[in-house]
């Protein structure tokens, strides 16, 4: 894809190709997200950060990636804050965003809405998240995780056996991640979920279309026997028409260190898109993993740093400026990894 100038709304638009770019770029700023060197690329830029639905780690790192490019950013952070509220329509609020900003990254709770938005905008945009849809930018920093996990491990992501488990109707990391899967040969997936949240077939035929293996379970301890990856997802709480529904697959698949002892491979990762769920009843990925050193969540959310200031880089076209503009951090860097 020419990234110059393009929105990013789906993990669709990606080939092996964009992500061997995307991830080659993302590599050479990781001396900026460890906050060895500084760019001002961006100066002058301004980003829109627009989310309609709660984000910690998508708001703040896109923020941060914009910042540590040497933009600023402008954000919204609920719908009740913002115009929406007195009925403005989204194609109004994209040409008036669009006038304010250079590039809008926005989260919305209707599938479908970030591309309409798209469309009315006069810059480009970012999907942070729509609805259970797509969550994009989620796909290639998991990606990008796994690869350097499974490299640490001496593997690829050819030949990846992983297993998705948890909410994999509504959760829309598990949606992008597994489209993006299909890229790749010899993948094995492991679902894991309640029946009644099951993948849906059109990304389930999508998979076998790509030559995926699958494989489905409703038992955590069955699914995730050798796996290189265990991703564990939240339950989508605020995505079901009938909360008292969610409530039934609280605590239903849950992942500790005694599972994890009795049945993975010595060097299974586990990853999540976090936030995880730690209420008592809920508990999907136990605290007491915390010190397992394979328990690589903190290292994903770290690398959507590097993968959204490389987004930002390849779509407002300065990748070959960053070194011209980089300079030693004129601060102690104590920062530790
Ligand atoms: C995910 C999301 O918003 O879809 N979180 C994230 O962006 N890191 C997953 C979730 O909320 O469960």
Known sequence: MDFSGSHILSIDQFDHSDIDTLFSVAESLEPYSLRKKVTR???????????????????????????????????????KSSSLTKGESLMDTAQVLSGYSDIIVMRHPEEGSVESFSQASRVPVINGGDGSNEHPTQALLDLYTIKKELEANHKTIQGLR???????????????????????????????????????????????????????????????????????TRIQEERFKNKSDAKKYRGLLR??????????????VIMHPLPRDSRQGANELDSDLYKNPNLAIFRQADNGIVIRMAL??????????????????????????
Request: charged share 25%; hydrophobic share 40%.
């Open 312 to 337: 930002f880089a390849l779509v407002l076209g300065v990748v070959e400026q960053i070194g011209k503009t980089s300079r030693e951090v004129n601060w102690h860097t104590s920062k530790r990894h």
């Open 162 to 232: 992983i297993a998705l488990v948890g909410d994999l109707k509504f959760g829309r990391a598990v949606h992008s991640l597994s489209k993006v899967l299909c890229l790749y040969k010899d993948v094995t997936i492991n679902l894991i979920s309640p029946r009644k949240l099951r993948l849906p077939d059109s990304y389930l035929r999508l998979l076998t279309e790509s030559g995926v293996n699958i494989n489905e379970f409703e038992n955590i301890e069955e699914g995730i026997i050798e796996v290189d990856i265990i991703y564990m």
């Open 255 to 268: 992942l500790n260190e005694k599972i994890y002892t009795a049945n993975c491979e010595p060097n299974t």
């Open 41 to 79: 690329v961006l100066e002058g830029a301004i980003l829109g950060n627009m989310f309609f639905e709660p984000s910690t780690r998508t708001r703040i790192s896109f923020g941060a990636a914009f910042n540590l490019l040497g933009g600023a950013v402008r954000e919204t952070t609920e719908v």
